[in-house]
């Protein structure tokens, strides 16, 4: 059955390809919006050793973006759903939900050098430029998303190297944030992001207690699921697309 499942990935791909993408180990840190379609794109993709880390429970307000959030799982830990969902997909695969948060005191947990691939889907500032500086600094492959909220337009989605985002305001605090502190990534690394920046027309409502990054305090920032899952799917097709280019 295994073999049947990505039959159309191996047409596409080619064996080899496959059983390089079965032999990576992936960790993907926060899987919300956009990283639980990313855990998703991996898994579907031919990935089987995935590493899933968020902190957060599901929410109402996380149905209308997030993978895993239906009105039956409102109220369970992230991780957990999806690593049920993504074993229905894959019962062979290998995941390893933490329900966890990266930051500077737990960093060191995660074991970033035993992995190939680092897939940060971080909302926080500070921990997402923690996390980008550690990877980077340990010879890991990293992909990451910059800001998927106020984004209607997918076709304003696109890939470019971190210095290189133009017209997002988190990519910009970030460049900030490491000139300010004089430490900077330790080499390149790829971005998923959207240089459209709309304005919240709707009120907050008290039950949603989940925030986006904003550039002066924690904000809670309105998005749709078509924009955070192309942000999710763009990010697994940089790992498959990376592995396809390692083999040839």
Same mark, same amino acid.
């Given at each position: 059955?295994?073999? *049947?499942?990505?039959?159309?990935?191996?047409?596409?791909?080619?064996?080899?390809?496959?059983?390089?993408?079965?032999?990576?180990?992936?960790?993907?840190?926060?899987?919300?919006?956009?990283?639980?379609?990313?855990?998703?794109?991996?898994?579907?993709?031919?990935?089987?050793?995935?590493?899933?880390? *968020?902190?957060?429970?599901?929410?109402?307000?996380?149905?209308?973006?997030?993978?895993?959030?239906?009105?039956?799982?409102?109220?369970?830990?992230?991780?957990?759903?999806?690593?049920?969902?993504?074993?229905?997909?894959?019962?062979?695969?290998?995941?390893?939900?933490?329900?966890?948060?990266?930051?500077?005191?737990?960093?060191?947990?995660?074991?970033?050098?035993?992995?190939?691939?680092?897939?940060?889907?971080?909302?926080?500032?500070? *921990?997402?430029?923690?996390?980008?500086?550690?990877?980077?600094?340990?010879?890991?492959?990293?992909?990451?998303?910059?800001?998927?909220?106020?984004?209607?337009?997918?076709?304003?989605?696109?890939? =470019?190297?971190?210095?290189?985002?133009?017209?997002?305001?988190?990519? =910009?605090?970030?460049?900030?944030?490491?000139?300010?502190?004089?430490?900077?990534?330790?080499?390149?690394?790829?971005?998923?992001?959207?240089?459209?920046?709309?304005?919240?027309?709707? *009120?907050?409502?008290?039950?949603?207690?989940?925030?986006?990054?904003? =550039?002066?305090?924690?904000?809670?920032?309105?998005?749709?699921?078509?924009?955070? =899952?192309?942000?999710?799917?763009?990010?697994?097709?940089?790992?498959?697309?990376?592995?396809?280019?390692?083999?040839?």
């Amino acid at each position: 059955m295994i073999n *049947d499942i990505f039959n159309r990935g191996e047409r596409l791909l080619g064996a080899e390809a496959m059983k390089t993408l079965a032999q990576k180990r992936v960790i993907v840190f926060g899987v919300g919006g956009v990283g639980s379609w990313c855990a998703e794109g991996l898994v579907r993709s031919g990935i089987r050793h995935l590493t899933i880390v *968020d902190s957060d429970c599901v929410s109402i307000t996380n149905i209308n973006r997030q993978l895993m959030a239906t009105t039956r799982t409102v109220g369970r830990p992230k991780v957990e759903v999806l690593k049920e969902r993504l074993q229905e997909i894959n019962p062979d695969a290998e995941i390893n939900a933490l329900q966890d948060v990266y930051n500077e005191e737990s960093s060191e947990s995660f074991n970033l050098e035993s992995y190939d691939y680092v897939i940060d889907a971080i909302d926080s500032l500070k *921990d997402k430029a923690h996390l980008i500086l550690e990877a980077t600094g340990k010879g890991v492959k990293l992909y990451s998303s910059m800001g998927a909220a106020l984004k209607l337009d997918p076709m304003r989605v696109k890939v =470019a190297e971190f210095w290189e985002v133009k017209g997002c305001p988190l990519g =910009a605090a970030l460049r900030r944030k490491f000139k300010r502190e004089k430490l900077f990534p330790k080499r390149k690394f790829k971005c998923v992001y959207s240089d459209e920046l709309l304005e919240n027309l709707g *009120d907050v409502q008290e039950c949603d207690s989940s925030s986006t990054w904003d =550039a002066s305090k924690a904000q809670i920032n309105g998005s749709l699921v078509h924009i955070t =899952a192309i942000f999710g799917f763009t990010l697994s097709g940089l790992v498959v697309q990376d592995v396809f280019k390692e083999i040839k």
